[in-house]
């Protein structure tokens, strides 16, 4: 599968030297940032199809290095420009400067970059601004990592190539995969996922690629797999750790060839579509174990997605915990509208497991079953002490350790209950025990 990068993007030429932050929070809005020295030889070099702003940043630039950005941004007239200025009553002349009139908008140190995006965004026409802003919508966040994250999304999503997303459990691999569909080529193709790990191994082969009538007992009639109604489109494959090795040989066809067979016949078709991998597992160490091929590792880790957890994440905790309930609030007449000061400070405290899952899980249930305006620990069922070892947070690790040895052994056990049972060591009526106590349904896993 070749490479086809869209040809069109959005260019910001900084005429002077951007910050870290101030690039890459362009960058993850959809700007490429080019920074043009004045004191260096340049040109802007501006392609056809492209949209290309010039921000002047006045706030390191000498009347010299002012001059050279005069007559290159007098070669591109029709080139917007905007301006960073320096802090009111830190200007001097350049204030004045004739550079000024030019520009559409000035933004004083220190800049409100959220303004200025907004300001670049108005510049588009409408598909456009679709494709950029309301497509990462739902991968919120202000922290470094988050804003790296999607600025290499953004940079991921043109190129047809495979995209392996790692990360762990609750951080949005499934949202980033979509996000990767919708901003590539084939955002108005199919989009098809699997729970690699949530099929019975006797059936993966059928339910990827498809079987033939009389292929086995059972089949009456002949199937289409995921890969055929997903031609031209995108395939997510997650927890793609658990694909047993006939069928990783079988996707490793795919990834090289891009033909599937079906089962019971030997004829090969030919599919087209673009293959993203998600996997909370060390891909490298199964690699060693030799429960995962190899060869097929190295094709799907072509281009590499890392989900950052939410306890690495700074204050994007507060600003998910906002988002979700006033989301929540819009959809169901209740009380809270609110945190209190501890509910907030315990939220930054804890080490979120179950990362943004978690956290929308617990901001929904406590908005429930709050009896005041502001949430509280309580409510949120979090411990108050700063190191974020108290007891009912040390009881909820141990929950979700028990919920996930749960559903990893009935996922090895092929949902057999007694197989699940001598694996853990415990009896069958305590593996229906902990199925019911942690709300999960045999028949819905299978």
């Given at each position: 599968?070749?490479?086809?990068?869209?040809?069109?993007?959005?260019?910001?030429?900084?005429?002077?030297?951007?910050?870290?932050?101030?690039?890459?929070?362009?960058?993850?809005?959809?700007?490429?940032?080019?920074?043009?020295?004045?004191?260096?030889p340049?040109?802007?070099?501006?392609?056809?199809?492209?949209?290309?702003?010039?921000?002047?940043?006045?706030?390191s630039?000498?009347?010299?290095?002012?001059?050279?950005?005069?007559?290159?941004?007098a070669?591109?007239?029709?080139?917007?420009?905007?301006?960073?200025?320096?802090?009111?009553?830190?200007?001097?002349?350049?204030?004045?400067?004739?550079?000024?009139?030019?520009?559409?908008?000035?933004?004083?140190?220190?800049?409100?970059?959220?303004?200025?995006?907004?300001?670049?965004?108005?510049?588009?026409?409408?598909?456009?601004?679709?494709?950029?802003?309301?497509?990462?919508?739902?991968?919120?966040g202000?922290?470094?990592?988050?804003?790296?994250?999607?600025?290499?999304?953004r940079?991921?999503?043109?190129?047809?190539?495979?995209?392996?997303?790692?990360?762990?459990?609750?951080t949005?691999?499934?949202?980033?995969?979509?996000?990767?569909?919708?901003?590539?080529?084939?955002?108005?193709k199919?989009?098809?996922?699997?729970?690699?790990?949530?099929?019975?191994?006797?059936?993966?082969?059928?339910?990827?690629?498809?079987?033939?009538?009389?292929?086995?007992?059972?089949?009456?009639?002949?199937?289409?797999?995921?890969?055929?109604?997903?031609?031209?489109?995108?395939?997510?494959?997650?927890?793609?750790?658990?694909?047993?090795?006939?069928?990783?040989?079988?996707?490793?066809?795919?990834?090289?060839?891009?033909?599937?067979?079906?089962?019971?016949s030997?004829?090969?078709?030919?599919?087209?579509v673009?293959?993203?991998?998600?996997?909370?597992?060390?891909?490298?160490?199964?690699?060693?174990?030799?429960?995962?091929?190899?060869?097929?590792?190295?094709?799907?880790?072509?281009?590499?997605?890392?989900?950052?957890?939410?306890?690495?994440?700074?204050?994007?905790?507060?600003?998910?915990?906002?988002?979700?309930?006033?989301?929540?609030?819009?959809?169901?007449?209740?009380?809270a509208?609110?945190?209190?000061?501890?509910?907030?400070?315990?939220?930054?405290?804890?080490?979120?497991?179950?990362?943004?899952?978690?956290?929308?899980?617990?901001?929904q249930?406590?908005?429930?079953?709050?009896?005041?305006?502001?949430?509280?620990?309580?409510?949120?069922?979090?411990?108050?002490?700063?190191?974020?070892?108290?007891?009912?947070?040390?009881?909820?690790?141990?929950?979700?350790?028990?919920?996930?040895?749960?559903?990893?052994c009935?996922?090895?056990?092929?949902?057999?209950?007694?197989?699940?049972?001598?694996?853990?060591?415990?009896?069958?009526?305590?593996?229906?025990?902990?199925?019911?106590?942690?709300?999960?349904?045999?028949?819905?896993?299978?």
């Amino acid at each position: 599968m070749a490479a086809a990068p869209d040809s069109s993007k959005r260019c910001v030429i900084w005429f002077g030297k951007p910050e870290a932050r101030e690039k890459v929070m362009l960058a993850a809005d959809g700007w490429q940032v080019r920074a043009v020295l004045p004191q260096q030889p340049a040109d802007i070099g501006m392609r056809g199809g492209d949209m290309v702003v010039g921000l002047i940043d006045f706030r390191s630039s000498s009347d010299n290095e002012l001059e050279r950005i005069s007559q290159l941004t007098a070669e591109h007239r029709h080139m917007p420009l905007f301006a960073l200025t320096p802090a009111q009553g830190e200007g001097g002349a350049r204030a004045s400067h004739p550079l000024l009139a030019a520009c559409r908008q000035q933004f004083p140190h220190p800049p409100d970059i959220k303004e200025l995006l907004r300001q670049l965004q108005s510049l588009g026409d409408a598909p456009l601004a679709l494709a950029h802003d309301e497509v990462l919508d739902t991968l919120l966040g202000e922290s470094d990592v988050m804003l790296l994250m999607r600025a290499t999304l953004r940079k991921f999503a043109p190129v047809d190539l495979p995209v392996l997303i790692t990360g762990e459990t609750g951080t949005g691999k499934e949202v980033a995969a979509h996000a990767l569909h919708r901003l590539s080529s084939r955002h108005d193709k199919p989009f098809q996922a699997v729970n690699c790990g949530a099929i019975p191994s006797t059936l993966v082969q059928s339910e990827l690629f498809g079987h033939e009538r009389g292929a086995f007992t059972g089949a009456t009639t002949r199937r289409h797999g995921l890969f055929e109604t997903a031609h031209n489109g995108t395939v997510f494959l997650d927890e793609i750790g658990d694909l047993p090795l006939d069928a990783q040989t079988s996707l490793l066809r795919v990834l090289q060839e891009g033909t599937i067979e079906r089962v019971g016949s030997n004829q090969p078709i030919h599919v087209d579509v673009r293959i993203l991998a998600a996997t909370h597992v060390d891909l490298e160490r199964a690699v060693d174990k030799g429960s995962f091929r190899r060869d097929l590792y190295y094709r799907l880790n072509v281009l590499r997605l890392s989900m950052p957890p939410l306890r690495s994440r700074g204050g994007d905790i507060e600003l998910l915990s906002r988002h979700f309930l006033a989301d929540f609030r819009n959809q169901h007449r209740i009380r809270a509208r609110g945190y209190s000061t501890e509910a907030r400070h315990a939220m930054e405290r804890f080490p979120w497991p179950g990362n943004v899952r978690e956290l929308l899980n617990r901001v929904q249930r406590a908005a429930i079953t709050a009896e005041g305006e502001l949430i509280t620990c309580q409510d949120l069922e979090l411990g108050q002490d700063g190191n974020g070892a108290s007891h009912g947070e040390l009881s909820h690790a141990r929950t979700h350790a028990e919920r996930e040895t749960l559903l990893s052994c009935l996922q090895q056990s092929h949902y057999n209950v007694s197989a699940c049972a001598r694996m853990m060591k415990v009896s069958r009526v305590t593996v229906y025990r902990m199925c019911r106590k942690h709300q999960l349904t045999l028949e819905g896993l299978r």
